[in-house]
């Protein structure tokens, strides 16, 4: 929310909040750094680093959760556009991650080949006419950024 705040004031747009773009919900291990999750749940950590999802926490959602709750927020985001309109939908990083794959019919298999956005970075997909939602940028910083490279556009930033 305060990310989208943050757009907001910059761009006049008016946040509308919805509870399935939420980050994911890592039950027992909420607030834990990584170095205490791996002392805490050592065989969880490892089957974590290993993508083995069968292994979670108590109380910690399974990546097809949400999937199953980010994909179809996205999905209502875009269907909610006008022809050649823009727009800008906040997520964090590992909520975006899967719920980009999602949207995109990508298989979950290319997860590891795919950063994590930076924070304060964003991507840009785009609707082809012939073939569907297409991954056009990635990783990208905004103006001012202390992340990267200054970005200026005359147009909404998506």
């Not at 290993?50 to 985001?77: I, K, M, N, W």
């Not at 795919?114 to 082809?128: D, I, M, R």
Request: glycine share 10%; hydrophobic share 35%; charged share 20%.
């Amino acid at each position: 929310m305060q990310t989208a705040e943050h757009v907001s004031a910059a761009t006049g747009l008016t946040v509308e909040p919805d509870a399935r773009l939420r980050e994911y919900d890592v039950g027992e291990r909420s607030g834990l750094t990584l170095p205490e999750f791996a002392a805490t749940y050592p065989k969880r950590y490892a089957a974590w680093l290993a993508d083995d999802h069968s292994r979670v926490v108590p109380g910690e959602e399974t990546t097809e959760q949400v999937r199953d709750r980010v994909v179809p927020a996205l999905q209502d985001c875009l269907a909610s556009l006008g022809p050649g309109e823009t727009g800008i939908v906040v997520l964090h990083g590992a909520c975006l991650k899967v719920g980009l794959l999602g949207l995109l019919g990508w298989p979950w298999q290319l997860s590891r080949s795919l950063q994590g956005q930076e924070n304060c970075a964003y991507c840009v997909v785009t609707e082809h006419e012939a073939r569907g939602l297409r991954l056009t940028s990635y990783n990208e910083k905004a103006v001012g950024s202390p992340h990267g490279p200054d970005f200026v556009s005359d147009g909404p930033v998506g």
